[in-house]
């Protein structure tokens, strides 16, 4: 992303709207399990965390968490004290996170295809994906992005994982337009999941 894109979502990220939605985590994440006690892994990505009101709700669960998101004025707002939290500016188009790094990734509120691969490759088999976006046609009173480049189309998420266990789904149609899923990696039998995606 260009150096506009950084300072436009650290504008949107400073906006009262913005402000007023950061406290709340989604309902989604409680379709996560909980970290296992002792493990030395149990690592997940907040990816597009925005001022990180998931990322907080990973670390009630147990996880060691890095938020990442492209604006360095939401990655400020996103505070702990927690010595399990670890902030990080990414941009989708310079993706430093090695395969098979994280036992969780979620993905709410934010849409971007081209990233897409390299999040589900970023899970380790056996973990987990969220994602939980905006779905159907962009109109103007709906809540999320004008652009369908944005937004899922109904039955895409089925097609993204397809060799993974959906755990969860939900699709809910006009007027929320919202699609989710909660998707286990296989443990054995995984694809090459850096194809292009459809």
Known sequence: MSRSDRERWDRKHASSESSERASQPSERIGWIPRASCGSIRDVALDFACGRGRNTLALLELGYRVVAADISRFALHMTRSPSPSLSRVQVDADAWPFARASFDVVVQIDFLDRRALPFLLASVRPGGFFLLDTFAGDAVADRAGPRSAEFRLRYGELEKVFVGWDLVHFA?????????????????????DILKPLG
């Open 171 to 191: 699709e809910r149609p006009p007027p929320s337009g919202r699609a989710a899923v909660l998707a286990r990696r296989r443990v054995s039998g995984i694809v």
